[in-house]
C-alpha cells in the first residue's frame, strides 16, 4: 500500500513541474499607473492563460482575459497612441486599455495606427520580463 502511495505521488509531482505562473510589469509614468500580464500555465500539456492586469491606484485595479495561447513562448507587444491610452497585440488580436478608468475592449479589426511601441511583454533568460523598446 505504501509503494502505491509513493508512486502516485511522484507521478502527481511529474505533472506538476511543468506548471508555471509567471507576472511581467510595466508601470506606465507615475507608480500609481501599471500594465501587468500574467500567464498562467496549469499544465505541462495545457495553453497558456493570459490576463492583463490595468491598475491606476487608488481609483482601480481590473483583469482583463487575453485569447488562451499555445505558443511556447508567448510575446505581447504595448503601444501608446496617447497618453494614458494603450493598444495591446497579442498574434493577430489587438485590444485597447485605458489606464485612467481601467476600460478594456477588443479590436475587430486590427488598428491602422496603434502608436509608438512602448515595449514587448516576453521571455528573457528563462523569465518573462516586459523589455522597453529602443
Partial sequence: MQMRTLIALAGFALLLTGCRNETASFI???????????????????????ELIVRNHPDCQRRHPLKATADESPKVELYTPEPYVFIVRQNKRWYVTDSRTCQFQAFKEPPPVPG???????????????????
Avoid at 501587468?36 to 492563460?49: F, G, Q
Fill in 28 to 50: 506606465a509614468g507615475d507608480s500609481d499607473r501599471a500594465i501587468t500580464l500574467e500567464l498562467n500555465k496549469p499544465y505541462p500539456w495545457s495553453d497558456w492563460d493570459l
Fill in 116 to 134: 509608438d511601441l512602448v515595449g514587448t511583454f516576453q521571455e528573457k533568460g528563462g523569465k518573462y520580463r516586459f523589455a522597453k523598446a529602443p
